[in-house]
């Protein structure tokens, strides 16, 4: 998934929890999404990280929190009351949190959708509200009579962008059949076109079209939200230069 360098440049979250494995995650997590992050489990290390630099973005674990070891938790109410950083705590499903500092909460196992949505809300001056993959896959498209194949190039739990060289105008429908490669599954959906890309010098001549999922239903989404967590779990492994795993510490949606 592919952000604009110049938005991001300038962004850096704080990451701090008790659990190595949880770090290393989020860690490689929100590197490929383009943003610096600096993360560790101890407290002092992170109190330090406070006092020399001012990230955009803390996420913090209940933990480190709760003990307040050499003062975490009063230079974090600092940070958050004085220069108005944003908090993300993460926290234990089911589990109360007793930390009295403003903050928003995710819960473990975290839901890769939710921690998306509040890096867009926190960091973002245009939030994108849907975690989009860059992906090739083969799909069927069928608008009125006429039906044929195309390749999908992007996609989301709300659309997708197909290259397409089809006359199609906004607002038409259409039904697409697209094949969920490695889970030996295919979801026909209702879309709408959402707007038209010509061919140009300046995009490569990539011609295609937005599309826009209408009503899908509760079994359709939760089968493509665990597709766009597998995507994203193997392109994380794929970027990063070891073999680590997100999945076990993210909701598949399912």
């Not at 008790?18 to 993360?39: C, F, I, M, P, Q």
């Not at 020399?52 to 600092?78: C, F």
């Not at 295609?208 to 899908?216: I, R």
Request: a positive charge; proline letters at 5%.
């Amino acid at each position: 998934m592919k952000f604009l360098k110049g938005e991001l440049s300038m962004k850096r979250i704080l990451v701090g929890a008790g659990s190595e494995d949880l770090l290393s995650t989020l860690e490689l997590v929100l590197k490929n999404w383009g943003y610096r992050v600096v993360a560790s489990s101890r407290h002092e290390q992170i109190l330090a990280f406070l006092e020399a630099t001012a990230p955009d973005l803390l996420i913090l674990g209940t933990d480190l929190l709760e003990r307040n070891l050499s003062g975490l938790a009063d230079a974090v109410e600092r940070k958050v009351g004085v220069e108005k950083r944003p908090l993300v705590v993460l926290r234990d499903a089911g589990k109360y949190s007793h930390i009295r500092i403003p903050h928003e909460t995710l819960e473990l196992p975290i839901d890769l959708f939710g921690l998306f949505e509040l890096i867009q809300k926190h960091l973002m001056k245009y939030p994108r509200k849907n975690l989009r993959l860059t992906v090739r896959l083969p799909g069927m498209f069928c608008n009125g009579e006429t039906s044929g194949l195309a390749e999908v190039l992007s996609l989301s739990s709300r659309g997708l962008f197909v290259k397409s060289g089809s006359r199609v105008k906004k607002g038409d429908r259409l039904r697409v059949i697209l094949p969920l490669m490695g889970m030996g599954k295919e979801l026909e959906l209702e879309g709408s076109i959402l707007y038209y890309v010509p061919p140009d010098p300046r995009n490569n001549y990539l011609q295609g079209v937005g599309v826009e999922f209408l009503s899908m239903s509760e079994e359709n989404r939760r089968t493509l939200e665990e597709f766009l967590h597998r995507e994203f779990a193997r392109e994380v492994t794929l970027n990063s230069d070891i073999s680590h795993r997100p999945a076990p510490f993210f909701s598949r949606g399912v």
